[in-house]
């Protein structure tokens, strides 16, 4: 597929000029009802919005919220949000694992993921999985949404979406923040932000960097295995006077980011967990994952009337990334005719002879280092019609998306002799491994009604989506591409309705519910997939008084089919990477509780919260897959805990405060199936503190710890080995705000 560049704000001229020739041109005389601000574009809820009120699970994580422990993984901040799960993989969160209601965490691929409301995946229709997440410590606000509350923002609708609002240009004409932090295993942490607003011109430069040098130690070498990575973002709004006939906003954002990480999918034998869990073979030495991104951003809004405005983004992302990491580990052997041959194994039983190879066992040892590399482009625009009708608050939206991965890989071959040196034999020629683009284009229409009726809000949504995925895979004869490529597309059209309501029962209790379609769209590459699709129930209540505030929601999620994407991060064989399996019938239920209560003690504030959720998983067939295995009806679904909790207990003075987090993760199955196995990973707790104290007025100093009591526990046996949790760092850091 050939990507083109838009033309921008070409449909927001289009569309403003069609609404506003209906309109008298002194419209916006009075106050308008709806304001038009390209921020408000970047957020789900807006400024007015109130997210109690939304008929669904909604959650919003405020500047504050993420400043309390001030988490550069994002994947510890979401754990405060019930019914998301997380799958810790480098204990980082570089690469983010993130599932929603029972929907499973590899790559984040079944959530969609938003930054300033644009998607942020790097091909997130045509390869979901998200190699590249927007970097958590620099966002000043965090939205999440499941179940019936996410039907506008597809493609993927069945488990929810995140929304990550990075820095806002500031109100004042001038003000910033510095931030350093330092800690152990060589983490630091540099962050610096400028920015102001003028009468009409505004703006705001933002740099993060953070690093480590790692808390594992790769066997016989002092190399690191930690990482680098750079983040760069400005912003430039210009704005008409605010007593303009039609008010407009106009908001460019370029970010660009680095990383360079020596992280690798080799994992340890459960005997050598046992003895050194921080300890990684010596075949990974070369692993390394290097990536940049780009991201292009214009927005442009409008106020049209009182009653309605408008507002349109343009965007554009280009992703590279190259992951050389070690796919096979082998033994010389001999083939078929008696000839020395090296056998190659993959990861899942390779890891013994990196195992034997490192203990002594064996005296030299072969691998395979894949070079996983590939170049993702995504763009797109959208546009949003705000509409306020007394009782109705009607939007209107329209996407247009395209994008596309290219992965362009070959193999090296490297001999490891018995003074652990790594030679490379055999340099693979570019092209000759996995050597195929999969690409996407989408058109996406959805209307939405909030309906306000006496003590009812009823929502109504219905969604619309046009695709085409397509594959063009020259193979691994053809590297410089000159035959004709095996072609396979899919073509799908979907309607997706929503409808989900609340009922204020008291002052301090609302009732809701909803029912909504879900849906995830087939893979390029696999004609016999067929859509992702199920009915998803939710119903709950929430109660807030005072200094406290709960909430209780029970969810079905009824798939008629659901998928299964077979990638490397999941130990799947390289001829069956990039396929997609359908599992069929499948039913998860479970319950999402929060709880939150401020103790007035008088100078001190004691506030805690309580997170939990409770999930049952089960498949309603039988069938065989390389994804999920030979599965048999009534099996339980691998990396979703039973039970998780999350308990956090703070004290607050007049200028210090310290927090408290407990963070329980149940046993979860590695595997699908029932019942007691040696493979299942077991329940563990995690502790982090923070306490911070401000020495001025605009300064503050912060001591942090996570894993608190450095708990060893298993994250995850995803690559075919055990994979280790991030252990005890303590770190301090210093703030400077102007």
Known sequence: MSIKFFKPTMLSLVIASAISSTMSTHALADEAMIDASVDEQFTIFGSST??????????????????????????????????????????????????????????????????????????????????????????????????????MYGPRTTGGVINMVSRQIPDEALAGQMSVQAGQDGFAKVHGVIGGSGENLSSVFEVYRYQADG????????????????????????????????????????????????????????????????????ASQKDNMSTEHLQLQLSHAI????????????????FSRNWYKTSKVGEMGVDENGDPKVIYQSLSKGSQLASDYDNGAIDELYTQVKANNRDYLSQGIQTVINADFDSHQVKFGLRFHEDEMDRYQWVDEYYLD?????????????????NRIDSASALALFVHDEWTIGKFIVNAGLRYEDMTLERQDWGKEDPNRTGVA??????????????????????????????????????????????????NYELGARYAKNAFNAEA??????????????????????????????????????????AGYAFDLGDISMPIDLTYTHTQTEFLNDFESDFWGDVEAGYQFPYVPENQLQFVVGLEGDKWRTNLLVRYTGEMRSEAGIGASDENIDAHTVIDFVASYDVAKNQQVRFSVDNLLDESYIATRMHGSVMVGKPRMVSVGYQYNF
């Open 486 to 535: 095996k072609y396979k597309k899919n073509d799908v059209d979907v309607l997706l309705p929503s409808l989900a309501m609340t009922y204020q029962l008291t002052d301090e209790i609302v009732l809701l519910g909803g029912v909504q379609k879900g849906f995830a769209p087939p893979s390029p590459g696999n004609e016999a997939a067929t859509n992702e699709e199920s009915v």
């Open 50 to 151: 109130a997210v109690n009120n939304v008929p669904g699970s909604a959650h919003q994580l405020s500047q504050e919220d993420l400043e309390k422990f001030d988490y550069t993984d994002i994947m510890r901040t979401l754990t405060s949000i019930p019914g998301v799960y997380v799958l810790e993989e480098d204990g980082y969160g570089l690469r983010a694992n993130i599932g929603m209601r029972g929907t499973g965490q590899n790559r984040s691929e079944k959530v969609t993921i938003m930054e300033d409301g644009v998607l942020a995946a790097p091909a997130p229709y045509a390869a979901p999985a998200a190699y590249y997440f927007p970097t958590a410590g620099r966002m000043q606000q965090v939205e999440v949404l499941k179940g019936t509350s996410s039907a």
């Open 553 to 594: 929601l029970l969810f079905l999620s009824d798939y008629d089919n659901m998928h299964g994407n077979c990638t490397a991060s999941q130990n799947c064989d390289d001829d069956n990477i990039g396929e997609q399996y359908n599992a069929g019938e499948v039913k998860i239920t479970g319950i999402e509780l929060k």
């Open 418 to 434: 018995a003074d652990y040196n790594m030679t490379l034999t055999n340099a693979g020629e570019p092209g000759t491994d996995s």
């Open 303 to 318: 106020d049209l009337s009182n009653r309605f405005n408008l507002g349109t983004t343009v965007y554009h992302n280009d």
């Open 215 to 282: 808390y594992k130690d790769i066997n016989h070498s002092d190399q690191d295995t930690g990482f680098v990575k750079n983040d760069i973002l400005g912003k430039v709004r210009y704005n008409t006077d605010e007593n303009a006939t039609f008010y407009q906003e106009l908001e460019f954002k370029v970010k660009y980011s680095d990383e360079d990480s020596d992280d690798t999918y080799m994992g340890l034998t459960e005997d050598d967990f046992n003895s050194d869990p921080y300890s990684r073979y010596s």
